[in-house]
């Protein structure tokens, strides 16, 4: 069965950061591109980033380019989202996503919530 | 980076059909046979319902169809079921490998 795990989220203050994780499981993890996709608060699914399956190429929507970093560590099948300069519009419930071809994503987590405030 | 475009809410009665449209650009949908459309209900991940405009993953049942014509994508859902109701989401493979969402569509079966 198919497992993603996320973990990390909680309450940061504006200009702090955070790393989220994502533990996957019962699939070829190292084979797979992977996604970041976040929801804020009554709103609606926007990309984050995305991940080739061996870390070499990695995508990042303009409003977290140069903020966010994705990353991953095929040896403990983990996803990973480093989160800088934090402020209250990245607020929202961080989903991480398995690739199954081009934009579909076949399996998500439960998410983790992110909220940025002071 | 725009979102596509869909409308705020469809609804519909049980048994009848309802289609939700998903407008982008050339960019996206015009250029690539990458469109998905997911299903979340409240306070749930999204499902995958749709991928690569009309192919449904296992388990999806085969009410749910895609289709795509110019810019515009589709999600039409026969037979309209209870369960069905649900945040319904498109979204399209952008060059430079980025990823679009639409801005959700709400559901309601009357």
């Known amino acids: 069965e198919v497992q993603l795990v996320e973990s990390g989220g909680g309450l940061v203050q504006p200009g702090g950061s955070l790393r989220l994780s994502c533990a996957a499981s019962?699939?070829?993890?190292?084979?797979?591109?992977m996604h970041w996709v976040r929801q804020a608060p009554g709103k609606g699914l926007v990309w984050v980033s995305s991940i080739n399956s061996d870390g070499s190429s990695t995508n990042y929507a303009d409003s977290v380019k140069g903020r966010f970093t994705i990353s991953r560590d095929n040896t403990k099948n983990t996803l990973y989202l480093q989160m800088n300069s934090l402020r209250a519009e990245d607020t929202a419930i961080y989903y991480c996503?398995?690739?199954?071809?081009?934009?579909?994503?076949?399996?998500w987590g439960q998410g983790t919530l992110v909220t940025v405030s002071s | 980076q725009s979102a596509l475009t869909q409308p705020a809410s469809v609804s519909g009665s049980p048994g009848q059909s309802i289609t939700i449209s998903c407008t982008g650009t050339s960019n996206d949908i015009g250029d690539y046979d990458y469109v998905s459309w997911y299903q979340q209900p409240p306070g749930k991940a999204p499902k995958l319902m749709i991928y690569?405009?009309?192919n449904r993953p296992s388990g999806v049942p085969d009410r749910f169809s895609g289709s795509k014509s110019g810019n515009t994508a589709s999600l039409t859902i026969s037979g309209l079921q209870p369960e069905d109701e649900a945040d319904y989401y498109c979204?399209?493979?952008?060059?430079?490998?980025?990823?679009?969402f639409g801005g959700g569509t709400k559901l309601t079966v009357l």
């Open positions: 979204s399209s493979y952008r060059s430079n490998n980025n990823v679009v």
């Open positions: 019962g699939f070829t993890f190292r084979t797979n591109w």
């Open positions: 690569e405009v009309s």
């Open positions: 996503a398995k690739v199954l071809v081009a934009a579909a994503c076949d399996y």
